[in-house]
Nanobody, 118 residues
Framework: QVQLVESGGGLVQAGGSLRLSCAVS????????MGWYRRAPGKQRELVAD???????NYADSVKGRFTISRDNAKNTVSLQMNNLISEDTAVYYC????????????WGKGSQVTVSS
């Protein structure tokens, strides 16, 4: 089992910044992929960004150049730095872990609300 706890969400004005953090209950270096997803009102959940153990990152086109994902194996945390926020970024953000041991499984945090006011 992998437990994930998000923190850092909140209300911010358009153009502002927020930083989300995800605390992971096991050794982060053992997890193949860590990611952040979001679900906006009335929309399906979408991938925002993910990162592999060797630091390779992938971003949704809508956040490229504004968001940065990072992982700290020593602290067992994954962060999402969000800059130049726009109203379309308003959503519940979920931390995701995908370890591939015998098989790959997805684990999710409870989510953190991010609201951007225009």
């Amino acid at each position: 089992q992998v437990q994930l706890v998000e923190s850092g969400g909140g209300l911010v004005q358009a153009g502002g910044s927020l930083r989300l953090s995800c605390a992971v209950s096991i050794r982060l270096s053992s997890i193949n992929r860590m990611g952040w997803y979001r679900r906006a009102p009335g929309k399906q959940r979408e991938l925002v960004a993910d990162v592999t153990p060797d630091g390779r990152t992938n971003y949704a086109d809508s956040v490229k150049g504004r968001f940065t994902i990072s992982r700290d194996n020593a602290k067992n945390t994954v962060s999402l730095q969000m800059n130049n926020l726009i109203s379309e970024d308003t959503a519940v953000y979920y931390c995701n872990a995908r370890p591939c041991w015998v098989q790959c499984n997805d684990y999710w945090g409870k989510g953190s609300q991010v609201t951007v006011s225009s």
